[in-house]
């Protein structure tokens, strides 16, 4: 469950939050990998950080451009590095 109200409504926020993530700034040492999700009780997006078991780490709400937009920068990672 994501109990954080904030959306990530641009490409740069998502690239900042994905360099935070790559970096370490979020202190997360179990991350295993950053994908784009559906909630299943109301449909909205989010991008999620999940564990080696596939758990949810961290999550942020995004708009759903940013979900479709934002798809191939969290696929291959952000152009701009830590």
Do not use: C, Y
Request: glycine fraction near 8%.
């Amino acid at each position: 469950m994501i109990n954080d109200d904030r959306i990530i409504a641009d490409l740069q926020e998502l690239e900042a939050f994905l360099v935070a993530i790559e970096s370490g700034m979020m202190g997360l040492s179990n991350a295993a990998g950053v994908v784009l999700a559906t909630n299943n009780s109301d449909g909205r997006r989010f991008v999620a950080v999940l564990d080696d078991d596939n758990q949810l780490v961290l999550g942020r709400w995004v708009t759903e451009e940013i979900f479709h937009s934002g798809q191939d920068m969290v696929r291959h990672g952000p152009k701009r590095k830590h």
